[in-house]
């Protein structure tokens, strides 16, 4: 197994695009290969080398290769973008779009995430432990959200704390646990997969959503009228993680003839029956 | 101007008949002179290939369905992003390229002049500006006439000289080249939630039916003399046993008597996908070889193809019920329809070509066999109808399937096995050599659109020339088609007017292409008759009359052909 740390020099003012920083590129390569990686800053050409301290060595193949950042890379933007096995942990915030379209591995973040991270994600785990943005697990303009790599095997995003709006956008399979709160428009345009809500929503959850399945175990704000009440429920049960009720469930949304399901923890939202 | 000497390279220049001779080109003034110009560059080409420069007949590069496309496909463009380059602009692919990108990505071929086949009459302002924004490729339009009001009133009262001077007029206020036809009378039927299905289907209301509208518009054509003759974007498109309709609509025309200087009535385009034999999507198969019967028979049609390339696509055309078909086809795909008043309709689905899909494997083999089988190159072109069957810079990768039967194999090998059991492309063995494929990538093509002055190596014909690097004395084509594929990808010159535009590859020089169109002498003699119905029709349209016909400011390069 090898290890590479990278310590960030300094905080610049623009941020920097770093994709390169992926187990998929870092393997097989020698510290001073990886230090001169191209990444751009702004419309300019910098090696990794001027953004990072560099130290340790990189595993064979990806999967054997662990990436390290310590300190806050909140500056740094894409992370780990496309890898496909390996792990890399992040000792504090990140840039956006970490683990965006990640088809495999884990990332692990222990500070918060800024915007789209794990945007259009097929397999793997992002793991946030602090906050995350916007579009969580979301799609890229035209494109499908999260979706699967191959039948059954599909990624899941773990934030501990809140998230932004429109969380899992356009997802179309996938798994995304949030522990905290979320914003607006949560599930919006999803065809399949889940999102569970240990926290509140805020409103629109679900809107145009055409299947898939959204468990907010926190209060809705307000619910879409375009979704049919179905009766309830006492469980509901994902993946093998069983979720105690009882549920007010809801189907939709109707105005895309859709086929969602929208489990609410009947306890904290009397209110939108 | 600069003057330059090519020198010792294999010239193919069909319209010619120069096949591979190792000879001098001389190119002075922006012109192919005969004599070699005093103080002219000399440039070593011996090695290597020249052919004039290439012309595509028909590629959607241009207008506003092709922008509509472009706002369809956010994701289509992130996946192909061109930066900034020295004076390039930075721009984006991959199915629905920016202009500038359309621009390099065709010279880069070797390619010097672009047709965009399908111009409503209303949105020809925003072709035009589109093609000023394309660099180095001289353009031209062929504005849509299937559907228009005019044309079908006019069919249907039989009233061929108002039609012709109505064509005439519409190719004059819109400055485009030739007339086009998508689905005639079916996208009219559209507005009405219909379609027509046979040729003596009626359009509602108007009462006219496909073969009438074909037939007029054929026989006007070569009445008014235009240099080409009608493009033609059959019925029934994209539908299983749709060969039937294709060989019935070529039939129409037959007695139709051509104008001077060509024996052909009707162009047929991006038969491929008008090929079609089988009752529906399970016994779909090729109906190449009745079409290829058909053309080799007879002279008054010729056709490109639409060759398929796998990948994604994005499918635009005029015939907007057929694009609503694709996109319940294609589950609920995004979509885009719309009408254009009294013109015509239109319609963007875009499309994944598979390699695992049955019909998708027999479209693409479908493109390989017209190619191989019809026997007089002069009446075939070699198109993918960009963006619909596949990008156009994929033309390398299908001249290499051209010219050797191993790489057309190791596709096959690639592919469903319905290609090999309901086409005949396995047992096609027929290869092209590099005089074959500069016919039907050149010299085709410029006869076909009757132009003079391009397509070959005369003298007096355009600057306009590509060079490759391959040898043809010391590569076998057949056994290396990679490398045929590199030499065309990127041309080691392309020359426009006169200048360099490409060195290895690369755009070196972003000319302003001129715009080809057709003015009819008479027009003004012609006007009288339709005068007042034009400000009847008038009545119905969202713009005023005056401000309808496109001025000569949007034609910075204007190339004006009176017939």
Known sequence: ?273 | MNAYVLKGGHVYDPLNNIDGEKMDIYIAGGKIVEEPPKGAKVIDVSGKVVMPGGICIHSHIAGGKVNSGRMLRPEDHRRDNIPKKGQLRSGVGYTVPTTFVTGYRFAAMGYTTVFEPAVPPLKARHTHEEFQDTPILDHGGFVLTGNNWFVLNYVKNNEMDKLAAFIAWLLWATKCYAVKIVNPGGVESWGWGKNVNGLDDKVPYFDVTPREIVTALSYVNEKLGLPHTIHVHGNNLGQPGNYEITLETMEAVREIKASKGRRSVLHFTHIQFNAYAGTSWKDFASGAQEIANYVNKHDHVTIDIGQVIFGDATTMTADGPWEFALRQITRGNKWVNSDVELETGSGIVPYVFRRTVPVNAVQWAIGLELMLSVNDLYKVCLTTDHPNGGPFYFYPKIISWLVSRKARNEELEKVHKAAIEKTTLKDLDKEYNLYEVAIVTRAAQAKILGLKDRGHLGPGAKGDVAVYDIDPTKVNLSSSPELVEKAFSAAAYTFKDGEIVVKDGEVIATPQGSTIWVKVKKLEEMMPLIEEDLKEMWKHYTISLNNYPVQMEYLPKSEMVEV
């Not at chain 1, 949030?178 to 914003?183: A, L, P």
């Open chain 1, 1 to 273: 197994m090898g290890k590479v740390e990278l310590t960030p020099i300094e905080k610049p003012h623009i941020p920097i695009e770093a994709e390169v920083i992926s187990p998929d590129i870092f393997a097989g390569k020698s510290l001073e290969e990886i230090g001169d990686l191209e990444v751009w800053r702004g419309n300019r050409k910098k090696k990794l080398k001027e953004v990072f301290k560099i130290s340790g060595d990189a595993g064979k193949t990806p999967g054997e290769t662990t990436i390290i950042v310590n300190g806050d890379a909140s500056f740094i933007k894409r992370i780990g973008q496309g890898m496909t096995a390996g792990e890399i942990l992040i000792k504090g915030n990140v840039g956006m779009h970490v683990g965006a379209e990640m088809r495999g591995g884990k990332i692990v973040v222990e500070g918060n995430a800024d915007h789209w991270a794990g945007a259009g994600m097929k397999a793997g785990i992002l793991h946030i432990k602090g906050n995350a943005g916007n579009y969580l697990g979301g799609n890229y303009r035209g494109d499908i959200g999260m979706s699967a790599l191959q039948k059954g095997v599909y990624g899941t995003i773990i934030v501990e704390g809140n998230a932004g709006d429109e969380v899992g956008a356009w997802m179309a399979d996938g798994k995304i646990i949030i522990k905290g709160n979320v914003g607006a428009f949560a599930g919006v345009h999803m065809s399949g997969g889940n999102i569970i809500v240990y926290g509140d929503a805020a409103e629109r959850v679900g809107g145009e959503m055409k299947g898939g399945t959204i468990v907010i175990m926190g209060q809705l704000s307000e619910l879409l009228p375009s979704f049919e009440y179905k009766g309830e429920v006492n469980e509901v049960s994902i993946d093998g993680e069983k979720m105690l009720g009882p549920f007010l469930t809801f189907v939709g949304d109707l105005a895309e003839d859709g086929k969602g399901t929208l489990y609410l923890l009947k306890e904290k939202n009397a209110h939108l029956i």
